[in-house]
C-alpha cells in the first residue's frame, strides 16, 4: 500500500503546481489569520481552481466560527474539513453533516496519553492526523517545525484512519513511515525556506521521499 503526501499551507500557484506535479494526493489552504500561511477565500479560490480533480482539497480552521466555514465554502470548493484547535467532537460532526464534507481532526501529541484524545472523535471525523503538541505560549496549533516521539505510535490501537504530521521533512519522512507504519503523511514548514514561503525544490524532494517508500 503506497503513502500518500499532503503539502499544507499552500499560497502561491507556483507551490501549488510543484505539489501536484511530484504527487501529491491532497493539497491544504490555511484559514486562520494568525498563521504566516494564512490566505483569503479569494486566494484560495483561484488556487482551488488549478486543482486536477485526483487531488483532494483541504481546507484548515482553527476553532472556527461555523459562519466563517460556511462563507469559505460558499467562495473556494474544499472537499475536506481539517480542524486544528480544540473542536469538540460534536462541532467536528455538525460541520460534516452541514456541508456534507469529510471532516479530519488535528490531535496535539507530547506523551502516550495525548494519542487517547482520538478516540473521542470516532463516528465524528473521518481521519485523525497526530501533530506535535504546539510549545507553550504559541499562537500556531500547528505549523511550527517540531516533531514528536514517532516511538509513541508503536503498538497503538487506532480508532479510524489517521496521518502524521509534524517536523517532517525529505531527509526524516522514511525513518518516520518505518517507526509508526504511517500511510500518509502532512508537510508543511518542511518545505519552505521561511515560515510561510514554499520551496518548489524541498516539496519536489519531499515527495520523491515518499514515493520511493
Known amino acids: ?4 503526501a499532503k503539502i499544507c499551507g499552500i499560497s502561491t500557484p507556483e507551490a501549488l503546481d510543484a505539489a501536484v506535479r511530484a504527487g501529491a494526493s491532497h493539497v491544504g489552504f490555511v484559514f486562520f489569520p494568525k498563521s504566516p500561511r494564512n490566505i483569503s477565500g479569494e486566494q ?13 482539497k483541504v481546507g484548515l480552521f482553527v476553532d472556527p466560527d461555523p459562519a466563517f466555514v460556511a462563507a469559505t465554502l460558499a467562495t473556494v470548493a474544499l472537499d475536506v474539513l481539517q ?9 467536528a460532526a455538525s460541520l460534516g453533516a452541514a456541508h456534507r464534507k469529510e471532516v479530519w481532526k488535528a ?15 470516532r463516528g ?10 504546539p510549545p507553550k505560549g504559541s499562537e500556531l496549533p500547528g505549523g511550527n517545525g ?4 514517532w516511538k509513541l505510535l508503536e503498538g497503538h490501537a487506532h480508532s479510524m484512519s489517521w496521518m502524521l504530521s509534524g517536523g517532517l521533512d525529505a531527509a526524516n519522512v522514511a525513518d518516520a513511515v518505518a517507526i509508526t507504519s504511517a500511510r500518509m503523511v502532512d508537510v508543511s514548514s518542511g518545505v519552505e525556506s521561511a515560515p510561510g514561503v514554499k520551496n518548489v525544490d524541498k516539496i519536489a524532494a519531499f515527495l520523491q521521499a515518499v514515493a520511493a517508500l
Open 1 to 4: 500500500m503506497p503513502v500518500t
Open 44 to 56: 484560495a479560490a483561484a488556487l482551488a481552481r488549478r486543482v486536477p480533480d485526483h487531488v483532494g
Open 83 to 91: 480542524l486544528h484547535g480544540a473542536e469538540s467532537p460534536a462541532l
Open 107 to 121: 490531535i496535539p501529541v507530547r506523551t502516550r496519553a495525548d494519542l487517547a484524545e482520538g478516540a473521542k472523535y
Open 124 to 133: 465524528a471525523v473521518q481521519r485523525l492526523l497526530y501533530d506535535a503538541k
Open 146 to 149: 517540531l516533531r514528536f516521539d
